[in-house]
């Protein structure tokens, strides 16, 4: 149980920003990743060390965001989107105003990634957010590369019709602060 306390606590944040990014909605995004954490220890015996354990946990992650997507999509009521927070993200600030700027492009980039087809969202997020290669992705998700990758980029084009070029500036921040966290 000790290893697995540690690797739980060591990308307990990580699997919280995923789901909040597939979800839209921090509180249930911590809520996610608390019963996908359970689920992990509950299948402990099965994990095998040779798998990254974000990468393994992050299936229960990914499993579970559907299928709170799916309750929400059956008792559906009209929300105003707007209402959606973006969980906390660390950044560096250089002023007060280039922090509301940046604030104010993060929330709008945070609603129009939560507006996504959920196909081009879970694609978008795992590959360009959590800078997981497209391989595997696909095994993550039993979709061919070759369709993840048509998905990651038809979401980014929704993303840059929607919002411009800046699209692509964001995504590589997000690659690189993807990459620092791994």
Same mark, same amino acid.
């Given at each position: 149980m000790t290893d697995f306390a540690a690797l739980a606590e060591q990308h307990r944040d990580r699997l919280t920003r995923c789901a909040a990014l597939l979800l839209g909605d921090l509180d249930e995004a911590e809520a996610v990743t608390q019963e996908a954490l359970a689920r992990a220890f509950a299948a402990w015996a099965e994990y095998r060390p040779d798998t990254p354990f974000v990468a393994?946990?992050?299936?229960f992650v990914v499993n579970l965001c559907r299928q709170h997507r799916r309750r929400l999509v059956r008792h559906a009521t009209?929300? #105003?989107p707007t209402t959606l927070n973006p969980p906390a993200v660390e950044g560096r600030?250089?002023?007060v105003l280039s922090g509301i700027l940046k604030d104010e492009l993060a929330g709008r980039l945070w609603l129009a990634v939560g507006q996504l087809p959920e196909a081009y969202r879970e694609a978008v997020v795992l590959?360009?957010?959590?800078?997981?290669e497209y391989a595997d992705i696909a095994a993550l998700m039993g979709v061919a590369a070759g369709t993840l990758r048509a998905r990651a980029l038809r979401g980014r084009t929704l993303l840059k019709s929607e919002l411009g070029p800046v699209v692509d500036t964001w995504l590589r921040v997000a690659d690189? #602060?993807?990459e620092e966290m791994r």
């Open positions: 393994w946990v992050r299936g009209p929300t #105003d600030r250089n002023g590959h360009y957010i959590e800078g997981m690189n #602060d993807s």
